[in-house]
């Protein structure tokens, strides 16, 4: 018997095929409907209506691409405030500022002193570091980091470490108190160490100090290696036997030890002291830079080294605590972008000779105009005072 099928839609959204002769007759009394196979129940009916298809699994590739950005901006700042509360714990204070400061001056002064001390060194770290076998606490660096208050303009000065100042009266490491006298500014670290240091700076530039930082000999080694070294441009080849500096002509790296027998060279360079001076200005100026560049803001490995390296090299005093040090790093940025000033105490004479040592004499009138400006009095600067 020949007939056609009917389909007929099921209650669970499936199709349902059905036999008919030609006379239309209905299925035999209690037999079951024929089903179509699975093929056929899903296909769509003669009638062209279209078979609704399930909705895609999972997320969009655009909304999952903002939700890992999102855990990852997440995990980077959890990063940086575990750098912070580790350098935090990890840096290192001493007793650097006197009991006996003078009074407070307008904005923020930090005394950034380089230590040369080769105590802490081995012997193979002398020699492959050329510093020599010299016993006891000296400064290689003096600078003086002014910022004002407010939106003013931030200053770096450099004091000559051959300056010869008074060193205040004091008492000696001995307990027996000591009158004021003449000598080289570095004198007073050797004989009172930070604290006396600070106050011959005071009592010399009439600036009270706010701050102090110290970096050790392997300081400039290890914040070099950490910032994957610094690029000098040389006029001309360089070889000086007492640092250990051997360059060519041209712009070239410096790895850390390098960069080290670069900043302290002064024998091989005419202007002694002074050329020293602005090649430490430059040292910071480099390193700074690439401390706030990019290179450093995408690396958390290079960022983990320059904490390392700074905790385990600089010394801050007692009161200071890592928001400070974070001030302290915003002003040496603005040196390092050329939006500060740089600057040396003036000098008048550079060959002077006092006690059988050359010393630096300070042009007094400069560099008190220079103190006031930053908001300081000297003595003589105040027994000239009308």
């Not at 056609?4 to 839609?9: A, D, G, I, P």
């Not at 912070?84 to 290192?92: D, G, H, K, N």
């Not at 027996?176 to 050797?190: D, F, H, L, M, W």
Request: charged share 20%; aromatic share 6%.
């Amino acid at each position: 018997m020949t007939g056609s099928t009917l389909y007929r839609r099921l209650s669970d959204g499936s199709w349902a095929a059905e036999r008919e002769d030609q006379a239309h007759a209905g299925p035999a009394p209690g037999a079951a409907p024929v089903v179509a196979p699975p093929s056929v129940a899903t296909a769509a009916p003669p009638t062209g209506r279209p078979v609704p298809s399930a909705a895609p699994a999972g997320r969009s590739p655009v909304r999952r691409g903002w939700r890992i950005l999102r855990w990852a901006l997440v995990g980077y700042v959890a990063w940086l405030a575990f750098l912070v509360v580790y350098a935090a714990t990890s840096l290192q204070h001493i007793p650097a500022l006197p009991a006996d400061q003078i009074a407070d001056t307008p904005g923020r002064v930090w005394l950034l002193v380089g230590s040369d001390s080769r105590d802490s060194l081995t012997r193979a770290e002398r020699r492959r570091l050329r510093t020599g076998n010299e016993e006891g606490q000296r400064t290689d660096t003096i600078m003086l980091l002014h910022t004002p208050t407010g939106s003013l303009t931030p200053r770096l000065v450099s004091v000559p470490r051959d300056s010869w100042v008074t060193i205040p009266a004091h008492t000696a490491t001995d307990g027996s108190e000591v009158g004021p006298r003449s000598n080289k500014i570095n004198a007073a670290y050797q004989f009172g160490g930070p604290q006396l240091l600070t106050q011959t700076i005071e009592y010399n530039t009439g600036l009270h100090v706010d701050h102090y930082m110290e970096v050790g000999m392997t300081g400039i080694v290890d914040l070099t290696e950490a910032v994957g070294g610094v690029e000098v441009c040389f006029e001309e080849a360089i070889v000086d036997e007492n640092s250990g500096l051997d360059v060519e002509a041209g712009c070239q790296v410096l790895d850390g030890r390098a960069a080290l027998a670069w900043v302290r060279m002064r024998y091989a360079d005419p202007t002694g002291d002074l050329g020293r001076m602005e090649r430490q200005q430059q040292w910071v100026r480099l390193t700074v830079d690439e401390v706030l560049s990019w290179r450093t803001l995408v690396n958390p490995v290079r960022q983990w080294q320059i904490v390392n390296a700074a905790t385990g090299s600089v010394a801050v005093d007692e009161d200071s605590g890592v928001v400070d040090v974070g001030r302290f790093g915003l002003g040496m940025s603005r040196v390092a972008s050329g939006a500060a000033e740089v600057a040396t105490v003036p000098t008048s004479d550079s060959d002077h000779w006092e006690n059988g040592q050359w010393v630096l004499k300070w042009d007094t009138a400069e560099a008190n105009e220079l103190f006031a400006s930053m908001g300081g009095s000297t003595p003589e600067a105040q027994l000239s005072a009308p």
